[in-house]
Nanobody, 128 residues
Framework: QVQLAESGGGSVQPGGSLRLSCVAS??????????MGWFRQAPGKEREGVAY???????SVAEFVKGRFTISKDFEKSTLYLQMDSLKPEDTAMYYC????????????????????WGQGTQVTVSS
C-alpha cells in the first residue's frame, strides 16, 4: 500500500508563489517505478490534471499553468514537488498528489482514472 502526503498549501496574494510537496511512504526507488501527478479540484468544479511525471522520463504541465508551474522530483528525499509561481485567483483549489505503478517506461498523463493512489490534498487559496 502506498501512502502519499501533500503539504505546502496556504493562502497567498495574486502573483505570489507556493511550493507543494508530496512524500511517499516508500523508499526513494518509488519514484523510478511510479507515475506521479498533481491534480486539483475547486468547489463546484470537476477535478483536473495539473502536471505529471512518468517513468519514461517525461514531465508535463497543463496548458493553463504552463510557464507558471513546474513539476520536479527529489529522489534522495523521496519527494515530488509542484512549484507554483505567478498564482492567480483561479488557481484556488484543493491540490492532490497521485501515483500509479508504472513498471515499464510509460506515463499516465493527466488521466485521473489511471492513478490508484491519492493523498488527502492540500488547500491553495489565492486572494487579495
Amino acid at each position: 500500500q502506498v501512502q502519499l502526503a501533500e503539504s505546502g498549501g496556504g493562502s497567498v496574494q495574486p502573483g505570489g508563489s507556493l511550493r507543494l510537496s508530496c512524500v511517499a511512504s516508500k523508499h526513494s526507488y518509488f519514484y523510478n517505478n511510479y507515475c506521479m501527478g498533481w491534480f486539483r479540484q475547486a468547489p463546484g468544479k470537476e477535478r483536473e490534471g495539473v502536471a505529471y511525471t512518468g517513468t519514461d522520463g517525461s514531465t508535463s504541465v497543463a496548458e493553463f499553468v504552463k510557464g507558471r508551474f513546474t513539476i520536479s522530483k527529489d529522489f534522495e528525499k523521496s519527494t515530488l514537488y509542484l512549484q507554483m509561481d505567478s498564482l492567480k485567483p483561479e488557481d484556488t483549489a484543493m491540490y492532490y498528489c497521485a501515483a500509479a505503478f508504472c513498471p515499464a517506461r510509460e506515463n499516465h498523463g493527466m488521466d485521473a482514472w489511471r492513478y490508484n493512489y491519492w493523498g488527502q490534498g492540500t488547500q491553495v487559496t489565492v486572494s487579495s
